[in-house]
């Protein structure tokens, strides 16, 4: 699932993926697998194309209601 959520990042912004690769440092075939969820693909890079594209990635706690990104850890508190 997350291959199309990528996918509809990416053309939502109107970005095709040589374009988008090239900002990641990584091939467009790579990319590609990543779409296609034929190659697993790290929280980090799927938070570099979200930025890229102008989403950020919340977390909700389903009991509470809290939400957070990424960004709002500390390194602490991992």
């Not at 199309?4 to 090239?22: D, F, G, P, T």
């Not at 799927?46 to 990635?57: P, Q, R, V, W």
Request: charge should be positive.
């Amino acid at each position: 699932m997350i291959g199309k959520v990528l996918k509809y990042m990416r053309n939502n912004k109107k970005l095709k993926q040589n374009e988008i690769a090239k900002l990641i440092n990584t091939k467009q075939n790579t990319l590609s697998r990543y779409e296609t969820e034929t190659t697993d693909i790290n929280f980090e890079t799927i938070e570099k194309i979200a930025t890229l594209c102008d989403y950020s990635i919340y977390f909700k706690n389903n009991i509470t209601g809290e939400t957070f990104t990424a960004k709002d850890l500390d390194r602490k508190d991992i």
